[in-house]
């Protein structure tokens, strides 16, 4: 089975989108992995509306940590605590803590919203904003 990532569907069209209004017209192929009760191999669906310029400040901080706290792990093996160091280093680096900058539930947008972009990309949007990570 050949997955199709969304970043290579963007690659394809030819980049990143460049408005949010660009965002919101294009199609995503999800590809079936590891979902069990779904019936079909792929399908398409609208695009995510918060990736990368078009999170919110919050949001790029927490993604930032996030990734910070994973690449702690690079080099290590086996388990700890029965999860992968990875998953580890999150936990115990992020557990209970909250964004500085994070939205209050009123101001949530009414989507769903996902990130395709890396901790490099993230991290220029920030430093353009001028968020401190």
């Known amino acids: 089975m050949v997955r199709i ?79 992968p160091p990875a998953a580890y280093h999150v936990r115990e680096k992020l557990t209970g803590k909250k964004a500085s900058k994070r939205m209050s539930p009123e101001e949530y947008p009414s989507k769903i919203r996902r990130t395709a972009y890396t901790a490099e990309d993230l991290k220029a949007i920030a430093k353009k904003r001028g968020i401190a990570v």
């Open 5 to 83: 990532r969304y970043t290579q569907i963007l690659m394809a069209a030819g980049g990143k989108p460049e408005s949010s209004a660009e965002l919101s017209t294009s199609l995503q192929i999800v590809s079936k992995g590891r979902v069990r009760w779904a019936k079909k191999m792929f399908w398409l669906r609208n695009a995510p509306y918060t990736v990368g310029p078009y999170a919110h400040d919050g949001q790029i901080e927490w993604r930032l940590k996030f990734a910070e706290a994973a690449h702690q792990a690079k080099g290590e093996k086996g388990l700890k605590d029965g999860l």
